[in-house]
């Protein structure tokens, strides 16, 4: 009995190994190219957060805050990424058109990642107290900037379409 469970060991041993590694590689891999694609932006990264928050977007989360917001600001559709698994990654950066928005001169920036792909983002000013209001897009544009429509209109159109 002992010489059949050794030789069983060891393959699930390699196979954990393996995927522990490919996790934590493609993780940094995301975050490094966060990073790039952030100064491509002609962004500078102050700091980052190397634990992603994960959600799945579900169709009704898009028509209730802050998803519905977030979506609003993003040059893609959601339709695609229903009941996939988005993980959203946060950074400060600098030389943000957002940044004299808030009393830090930074901005936080969120990129939303889809299987390893960055498919869209958020921002919003950093400031020490509290700032109330809806995020913008990873350049600073409103839904109005984005969508070509003011808030009223675009919020019925989306509900239409969603709700």
Do not use: A
Not at 25 to 53: C, F
Not at 71 to 100: A, E, T
């Amino acid at each position: 009995m002992k010489k059949y469970i050794i030789p069983l060991c060891i393959p699930i041993l390699v196979i954990i190994l393996y995927f522990s590694y490919t996790l934590h590689t493609s993780k940094k891999d995301i975050i490094e190219i966060g990073n790039d694609y952030i100064i491509n932006l002609g962004y500078e990264v102050v700091s980052s957060s190397s634990q992603p928050s994960s959600h799945i977007l579900r169709q009704k989360d898009i028509c209730h805050l802050p998803w519905m917001g977030i979506w609003g600001v993003q040059r893609i559709k959601p339709d695609k990424y229903f009941d996939k698994k988005l993980l959203i990654y946060s950074y400060i950066v600098k030389k943000h058109p957002l940044d004299s928005y808030g009393d830090k001169n930074q901005t936080n920036l969120w990129l939303i990642v889809n299987n390893n792909r960055i498919i869209g983002g958020y921002s919003f000013p950093n400031n020490t107290e509290p700032l109330y209001g809806g995020v913008f897009s990873l350049t600073g544009k409103t839904i109005k900037q984005v969508k070509g429509y003011n808030y009223q209109i675009w919020r019925e159109k989306w509900f239409e379409k969603y709700k």
